[in-house]
């Protein structure tokens, strides 16, 4: 019964940090595990809390597109947010959702019989694998200089202090600022639209998704957005079925990061990092009940919440709202980081504002994570 306590309690913070544009898990888990008592629930407690979050920050990404790291490839989502297709955009990727908590023990049996195997053998590869993806997304001339500087960035940001602030930077305040700029007030929802696509139309790529994002998962700095250019290059995705994709694609990353660390001994977030450093007990199965339970109530709240959550934004000034987003992103940037992360929050800001006024994908700015990563792993 404590652990029920301990995972419902960790659902709720990871739902509502999720919620609110800017805070993110890697934050909150080392706060955690930095308490003064030795309480193995509190690897249920953090293990929720990521989960939750992992399925609630679909919102902020979606609605206001403010995503965090994991939802960067959610920002398609936004654009149909301007259309009137808020509810939808989020439908579709809790769909996606849902379809990677379900396959969830299909892919610990994958990490129990051939993960650890299969890395051993990949690993010297992953610098390649790493700059190849890099090359592979500048898909025009003016994308190139985007991955340049976001590669320059990264480099002189190795520690996990300034990762919060440079994805801020490529992916919030610089969409916000240009939400700004246009000034532009866009209804979220105007009718209940539904998708046009249903049942195995969308959660195919769901599927796919799934399959992909668990064999990709392993390799460090691969991220959701990665994973969404595979998929986009082995068929072809509208809007719908790539929302589908993505959902799918956040949760399995998620669980993979605590399966990676259980098998491979390796970290992939801020979360698994904190955990590491502990002596919590977990094991496969306990690790794989409480990510499910937490993504499955937060599931479950988020789809009942988002109706309300968008007739509130209708209701009142988009400009206002846009601006409250920003000045959230930047207090918390502020809070939770140095003089250094404030500077490279500027400078990732004018990176993402420049792929916008370039027309080149966002994804270009994951440079900033794979190039350095290659070379730590040469």
């Given amino acids: 019964?404590?652990?029920?306590?301990?995972?419902?309690?960790?659902?709720?913070?990871?739902?509502t940090a999720g919620l609110?544009?800017?805070?993110?898990?890697?934050?909150?888990?080392?706060?955690?595990?930095?308490?003064?008592?030795?309480?193995?629930?509190?690897?249920?407690?953090?293990?929720?809390t990521a989960s939750a979050f992992t399925v609630s920050s679909t919102v902020p990404s979606v609605l206001l597109g403010a995503p965090s790291g994991e939802n960067?490839?959610?920002?398609?989502?936004?654009?149909?947010?301007?259309?009137?297709?808020?509810?939808t955009a989020i439908h579709l990727t809790l769909k996606g959702t849902l379809t990677s908590i379900i396959l969830t023990p299909i892919i610990a049996i994958y990490f129990t019989l051939?993960?650890?195997?299969?890395?051993?053998?990949?690993?010297?590869?992953?610098?390649?694998?790493?700059?190849?993806?890099?090359?592979?997304?500048?898909?025009?001339?003016?994308?190139?200089?985007?991955?340049?500087?976001?590669?320059?960035?990264?480099?002189?940001?190795?520690?996990?202090?300034?990762?919060?602030?440079?994805?801020?930077?490529?992916?919030?305040?610089?969409?916000?600022?240009?939400?700004?700029?246009?000034?532009?007030?866009?209804?979220?929802?105007?009718?209940?639209?539904?998708?046009?696509?249903?049942?195995?139309?969308?959660?195919?790529?769901?599927?796919?998704?799934?399959?992909?994002?668990?064999?990709?998962?392993?390799?460090?700095?691969?991220?959701?957005?990665?994973?969404?250019?595979?998929?986009?290059?082995?068929?072809?995705?509208?809007?719908?079925?790539?929302?589908?994709f993505i959902g799918a694609s956040n949760t399995t990353y998620m669980t993979i990061s605590f399966l990676t660390l259980l098998y491979l001994g390796k970290t992939r977030t801020g979360?698994?990092?904190?955990i590491a450093t502990t002596q919590f007990p977990f094991n496969t199965l306990m690790t794989i009940a409480t990510l499910m339970a937490s993504a499955s109530i937060a599931y479950a709240v988020v789809k009942t919440s988002t109706p309300k959550i968008i007739n509130f934004m209708?209701?009142?000034n988009h400009k206002k709202i846009t601006i409250t987003a920003l000045i959230f992103l930047l207090t918390?940037?502020?809070?939770?980081?140095?003089?250094?992360?404030?500077?490279?929050?500027?400078?990732?800001?004018?990176?993402?504002?420049?792929t916008v006024k370039l027309r080149v994908s966002r994804i270009n700015c994951m440079a900033s994570l794979t190039i350095p990563t290659a070379l730590l792993l040469i």
């Avoid at 019964?1 to 739902?15: A, E, F």
């Avoid at 008592?37 to 929720?48: G, K, R, S, W």
């Avoid at 979360?271 to 904190?274: D, G, L, Q, S, V």
Wanted: proline letters at 6%; hydrophobic letters at 50%.
């Fill in 332 to 354: 918390v940037n502020i809070l939770l980081t140095n003089i250094t992360g404030l500077a490279v929050l500027v400078t990732a800001t004018a990176i993402g504002i420049a």
């Fill in 114 to 244: 051939l993960a650890p195997s299969l890395y051993g053998h990949l690993a010297k590869l992953f610098p390649v694998i790493l700059v190849t993806i890099t090359l592979l997304v500048i898909n025009k001339p003016q994308a190139a200089p985007i991955a340049i500087l976001s590669a320059a960035l990264g480099l002189t940001t190795l520690s996990n202090s300034t990762i919060m602030p440079m994805l801020t930077g490529f992916f919030g305040t610089s969409t916000l600022i240009v939400a700004l700029a246009k000034g532009k007030r866009k209804t979220i929802q105007t009718k209940k639209n539904k998708p046009r696509k249903k049942g195995w139309q969308t959660t195919r790529p769901a599927v796919a998704s799934t399959i992909i994002s668990t064999f990709m998962g392993t390799i460090p700095a691969v991220s959701t957005a990665v994973t969404a250019v595979i998929g986009k290059a082995l068929g072809k995705m509208d809007e719908e079925e790539y929302l589908s």
């Fill in 271 to 274: 979360t698994t990092a904190a």
């Fill in 72 to 87: 960067i490839a959610v920002l398609p989502g936004h654009k149909l947010t301007n259309q009137g297709k808020g509810m």
């Fill in 20 to 48: 609110l544009p800017g805070l993110h898990t890697n934050n909150i888990a080392p706060a955690i595990v930095a308490l003064p008592i030795m309480n193995p629930n509190l690897f249920i407690f953090t293990a929720a």
């Fill in 1 to 15: 019964m404590l652990q029920v306590l301990y995972l419902i309690t960790g659902t709720l913070l990871g739902t």
């Fill in 314 to 316: 209708n209701r009142k």
